[in-house]
């Protein structure tokens, strides 16, 4: 799998977006992009995951930059159970559940 | 609640004992998964099972093992405890490999080795 680049911590204001970054510049053709979350003492949550479109579910927006180099997660109004650390993670889709985790970015959604 | 469920939630066991852990997959889901998270650490892949068999295994020494059962639900055994296998022990569980879908975590296993 290839490996991916996040800032280890970042911070938002409470009902404002929240813009998480992720670099995977050796991302290959047949890698997709999956992003996770893990709220303290809990298992990963999945969130979206996408291949090179743009995807949108109920909980975020993914954004995938055309060359899929680099991608952005969206949480449009971020709330403060949003508080996490938030994992992208780049991996082929016959891989089953094999995932590597990176640092993730750790996310404080302040009031 | 994902519908993977773990047992036990807590663990407290002795340098050089084995410990067994359990995961009960999702309804229909056939792809289990072991994971590793140390204390302020990502989760780090152990193995996965298919169809009762290994198919897939991390950086772990053997003395990590595992076992799925016909109804999928799965076992971590590690013999040999050592002080630094204390951490948080995460099942996984999804459709087949090759599936386009997302791995659904269990809450854990919280493994303290003294």
């Known amino acids: 799998d290839a490996k991916t680049t996040q800032p280890p911590s970042m911070d938002c204001a409470e009902g404002r977006a929240a813009n998480l970054p992720c670099n995977h510049s050796?991302?290959?053709?047949?890698?997709?992009v999956y992003w996770y979350r893990q709220i303290h003492s809990q298992g990963p949550q999945y969130i979206i995951h996408?291949?090179?479109n743009n995807e949108t579910n109920e909980m975020a927006s993914l954004i995938i930059t055309e060359d899929r180099k680099s991608s952005t997660l969206i949480l449009p109004h971020a709330t403060l159970r949003d508080t996490a650390v938030y994992y992208c993670i780049v991996r082929i889709n016959n891989a089953g559940n094999m995932l590597t985790f990176g640092g993730g970015t750790r996310l404080m959604v302040k009031p | 609640e994902t519908g993977v469920t773990q047992s036990p939630t807590h663990l407290i066991k002795t340098r050089g004992q084995q410990v067994t852990l359990r995961c009960s997959s999702q309804?229909?889901?056939?792809?289990v998964s072991w994971y590793q998270q140390a204390l302020g650490q990502g989760p780090q892949f152990i193995f996965q099972y298919y169809r009762e068999e290994e198919n897939g295994r991390g950086n772990f020494p053997p003395r990590f093992s595992g076992l799925q059962f016909p109804n999928y639900s799965s076992e971590l055994n590690v013999n040999a405890l050592e002080l630094d296998d204390s951490a948080l022990y995460l099942c996984?569980?999804?459709?087949?490999?090759?599936?386009?879908?997302?791995?659904?975590f269990g809450q854990g296993t919280r493994l303290t080795v003294v």
């Open positions: 050796t991302i290959s053709g047949n890698e997709y």
């Open positions: 309804s229909g889901h056939n792809t």
């Open positions: 996408g291949l090179k």
């Open positions: 996984a569980s999804s459709l087949p490999p090759g599936a386009n879908t997302e791995a659904f």
